[in-house]
């Protein structure tokens, strides 16, 4: 009778090890997936406080007006544009 119950306990036990040892794999897989997600988060964060920063800016008028003649060569009615263009190094 007592080694019924020596091998039941055994048994039991094993099952326990199993169990655990399924339950640190789940941890592991959550924290790799976990610091994957916190890095996503980091940098979508960081590039919602460049975007603020760009509608803050963007929100001023001589500020638009300013990227708006640098990038697409916008130029009010009666003034010259003239585009300069750097020589080439050989």
């Avoid at 009778?1 to 789940?26: P, S, T």
């Avoid at 976990?34 to 603020?52: M, P, R, T």
């Avoid at 008028?61 to 640098?70: A, F, I, Y």
């Amino acid at each position: 009778m007592r080694k019924i119950i020596i091998v039941f306990l055994i048994l039991i036990l094993i099952a326990l090890a199993g169990q655990f040892y399924q339950l640190y794999l789940q941890y592991h897989d959550l924290k790799n997936e976990y610091s994957i997600v916190d890095g996503k988060w980091n940098f979508l964060k960081n590039e919602n406080a460049g975007l603020q920063a760009d509608l803050i800016y963007f929100s001023e008028p001589e500020n638009l007006e300013k990227e708006l003649r640098s990038k697409f060569n916008y130029k009010k009615s009666g003034e010259k544009l003239i585009i300069v263009v750097p020589p080439k190094n050989e």
